[in-house]
Nanobody, 124 residues
Framework: VQLQASGGGLVQTGGFLRLSCAAS????????MGWFRQTPGKDREFVAA???????HYSSSVTGRFTISRDNAKNTADLQMNSLKPEDSAVYYC???????????????????WGQGTQVTVSS
């Protein structure tokens, strides 16, 4: 599976962005899709994931502001980010895995497939 993340950019505090993760090489309908983010010198941080059934999970720092969704027909997983804050600035990565269990969805080392990352910068 190849994942291509896009949609990052520069936005002011309070603004919004929509990230998209396009998968190719394999249909991802039976995979868990996740979004992580990373800033220099820090570990990759869980942001959100969408289960095969469509059930969603979020980190506490983005709950109520971010929405993850998937379109199995288009083989994509999007992350709508609203009310952005400077602390949301990071490189955002999409990830996928077909064997991950629910208790592990927040752990980046449990995902087999990764996109290349897209930069999100929120100015204050």
């Amino acid at each position: 599976v190849q994942l291509q993340a896009s949609g990052g950019g520069l936005v002011q505090t309070g603004g919004f962005l929509r990230l998209s993760c396009a998968a190719s090489g394999r249909m991802v309908r039976n995979m868990v899709m996740g979004w992580f983010r990373q800033t220099p010198g820090k570990d990759r941080e869980f942001v959100a994931a969408v289960w095969r059934s469509g059930t969603t999970h979020y980190s506490s720092s983005v709950t109520g502001r971010f929405t993850i969704s998937r379109d199995n027909a288009k083989n994509t997983a999007d992350l709508q980010m609203n009310s952005l804050k400077p602390e949301d600035s990071a490189v955002y990565y999409c990830a996928a895995d077909s064997h991950i269990i629910l208790s592990s969805i927040r752990q980046p080392d449990q995902y087999d497939y990764w996109g290349q990352g897209t930069q999100v910068t929120v100015s204050s």
